[in-house]
């Protein structure tokens, strides 16, 4: 793991001011009117990618399900989108169908085993590597279709911090920040987690630890990235900024496996230490 000084140097690219669209009557809109029943927004996110944060947003969907919750996962990483290949899915209708008016969205809502509802994006669309005003208006007007109809809606975003990234996030009632015990993992959530306060004035983060190896724990993950941000983020806010960890999720071959068969954990090996650190954060998440 990096130490405190390390992960605090690297971060100069995370040092940008307030994000342009943070406090817009458009989010606003999509997060929703005070007393008007709506999903909650939960952006699952990273600083890197390669740390399992689809797989992840795919697993921990279906334990919210067997929970009782009515859960659409949007594939919100919409140029580089992989949702439809960790659940075995060929895609008919995509967002990008829906955002130029080919399909309808209700087209391309698709059912899963899993007992939830997705909606995939589309692959390889440069289109959708930087934020313009009708990629904005187009999520926008899409979260704001879907909220009434679930009980949460996760974006599972792409990972760093790009326009889009930072723009789908901002939608978001609450984030998850995907991260592994590495030390590129760890540093880009940190650089992460610092914009985010800073953007958006984010004071609550939840950490998922994933792929965690013996000799390593998830609370001990948590606990050096709070204190860095102790150190170098909170004293320029008016409130600290907490991290609560949520999951703690082991190395597991069952992992690598369901990955190789795309299939959700609970499917196809509901009882591995995986998939029951996976139910235990939708608990967490949950109440």
């Not at 999951?247 to 597991?252: C, F, I, N, S, Y």
């Amino acid at each position: 793991m990096p130490s405190e000084d390390t992960a605090g140097r690297a971060l100069s690219r995370s040092q940008a001011g307030p994000h342009p669209l943070e406090g817009s009557d458009a989010v606003r809109g999509a997060r929703g009117a005070p007393g008007l029943p709506r999903a909650r927004i939960t952006a699952i996110t990273s600083g890197k990618g390669g740390v399992g944060k689809t797989f992840v947003a795919a697993n921990l969907a279906a334990a919210l399900a067997a929970r009782g919750e009515r859960v659409l996962v949007l594939d919100a990483d919409l140029g580089l989108a992989n949702l439809d290949v960790v659940l075995n899915l060929v895609p008919k209708v995509t967002l990008h169908d829906v955002f130029t008016g080919k399909r309808t969205l209700d087209e391309a809502l698709i059912e899963v085993s899993g007992g939830y509802t997705v909606l995939l994006a589309g692959s390889g669309m440069v289109e959708y590597s930087r934020l313009t005003p009708e990629v904005r208006d187009k999520l926008i007007d899409t979260l704001n279709t879907v909220a009434p109809r679930y009980d949460r809606v996760i974006l599972d975003t792409g990972a760093g911090i790009s326009d889009v990234v930072l723009y789908t996030v901002s939608l978001a009632d609450e984030i998850i920040v995907v991260v592994t015990p590495e030390p590129t993992s760890m540093t880009d959530a940190y650089a992460t987690i610092k914009v985010l306060a800073s953007s958006q004035g984010r004071r609550h983060v939840r950490l998922l630890v994933n792929q965690r190896v013996p000799g390593i724990d998830g609370p001990g993950v948590a606990a050096q990235l709070q204190r860095v941000v102790d150190r170098h983020v909170s004293p320029g806010l008016d409130r600290p900024l907490v991290l609560e960890l949520i999951g703690d999720v082991p190395a597991d071959p069952s992992v690598r496996e369901a990955v190789r068969k795309r299939q959700l954990l609970a499917e196809c090996f509901p009882g591995c230490d995986a998939a029951q650190a996976i139910a235990a954060a939708a608990g967490k998440l949950a109440m």
